[in-house]
């Protein structure tokens, strides 16, 4: 079969010749349907030697769709035929956090050797994934495949973002979003749908803002430098209950603090190398939370599928031939992606 593989760091990945892979005992091969490309690929593929736990050769992807195409003879749940999204952040699967469907926060996440489907062992860039447990699949039922493949990462980081602040978004509240791509467009789309606040978007694009605007925003503007007084304008003047930080650098964490409520909660998705100094007494909104959320449960990625299936979440892709992958990698990199990449095997 055809597969995108990371075959050495410093090397560019490249679609390669594999072996099919043979389901044992309770794992599940999949018929990879749509494979989504996210920054995190990026970063792997510029990885230097040793700064990731992982051991090439492997193919890249970990946000995946498809359906059962066989399975080891213990493998119980799924039938064969059956569509299903990957839950990707595969832990060991004996912690208490795995038991519990959270293998995002498995205890044993920094001495497995990888981080889950296509991140240090083979993912879904390719015609066909082995799955080690049923356990990690998400019945998609008839959603179009290149919905379901982002929803698995891009989707479902939004959705655990929004879920661990959404106490804090009732009846009257304001929630922020700074940065509206891949991830941001969801989260903007989840809040409306899942709380009733307010929702504000802050990116540097105009073109953010009109997909903020599509996704339902009730209010967007650019990032300049009375973005922090307009923004208070817009929650009533004492700031917003909720801010979700998809970009993480200097600028953007420097506004949440700015716009957050005192009492708020701030959500930090994006890697953007920015940082916060914690000081008290400080420029920090007095009784702010603070959360760092990495991508999510099972269980929420169950509840953002049935959101898409209810026509609540819909995701902005560019569809890719598997043959196209280099191509899409070379996209993504220059910033030129409307919404998300999907690779689609066919
Ligand atoms: C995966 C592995 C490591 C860092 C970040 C990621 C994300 O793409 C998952 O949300
Ligand atoms: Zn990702
Ligand atoms: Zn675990």
């Not at 909660?265 to 909104?285: I, N, Y």
């Not at 992958?325 to 998300?340: I, M, N, P, Y």
């Amino acid at each position: 079969m055809r597969a995108v593989r990371l075959t050495a760091w410093g090397r560019k990945p490249a679609l390669a010749e594999v072996e099919r892979p043979v389901p044992r005992e309770s794992e599940v091969l999949v018929r990879v349907e749509a494979a989504g490309l996210c920054h995190s690929d990026i970063h792997v593929v510029d990885a230097s030697p040793g700064a990731l736990p992982y051991k090439p050769p492997f193919t890249l992807g970990h946000e995946v769709a498809g359906h059962v195409a066989a399975l080891g003879p213990d493998a119980d749940g799924p039938t064969v035929g059956e569509r299903v999204a990957l839950y990707g952040p595969w832990g060991c699967g004996a912690c208490a956090r795995c038991a519990a469907g959270r293998d995002n926060y498995c205890d044993r996440r920094d001495s497995l050797g990888w981080h889950g489907v296509g991140l240090g062992l083979d993912g879904g860039m390719a015609e066909y994934v082995l799955v080690p447990s049923a356990r990690h699949l998400v019945p998609i039922g008839d959603l179009p495949a290149d919905q379901a493949a982002p929803l698995s990462d891009a989707g479902l980081t939004s959705y655990h973002a929004v879920a661990g602040v959404r106490h804090a978004l009732g009846d009257g509240t304001t929630a922020a979003v700074i940065g509206v791509g891949g991830l941001g467009h969801l989260a903007v789309q989840i809040l409306r749908a899942t709380t009733p606040s307010r929702v504000l978007a802050v990116d540097i694009r105009e073109e953010a803002l009109a997909l903020a605007h599509r996704c339902g925003a009730h209010f967007s503007t650019l990032l300049q430098g009375n973005t922090a007084h307009t923004l208070r304008a817009q929650s009533s003047n004492v700031g917003a209950d909720a801010v979700l930080d998809f970009v993480g650098n200097a600028a953007s964490l420097e506004l949440a603090v700015d716009i957050l409520r005192p009492g708020g909660e701030l959500a930090v998705v994006g890697s953007g190398g920015g940082h916060l100094t914690v000081r008290k007494p400080g420029v920090l909104p007095s009784g702010f939370r603070l959360s760092l959320p990495f991508w999510g449960s099972r269980h929420e990625l169950v509840e953002a599928v049935a959101l898409a299936r209810s026509g609540a979440l819909h995701v902005d892709t560019e569809q890719f031939p598997l043959s196209a992958a280099a191509e899409a990698f070379a996209r993504l990199r220059q910033g030129q992606v409307r919404g998300r990449a999907v690779l689609m095997p066919g």
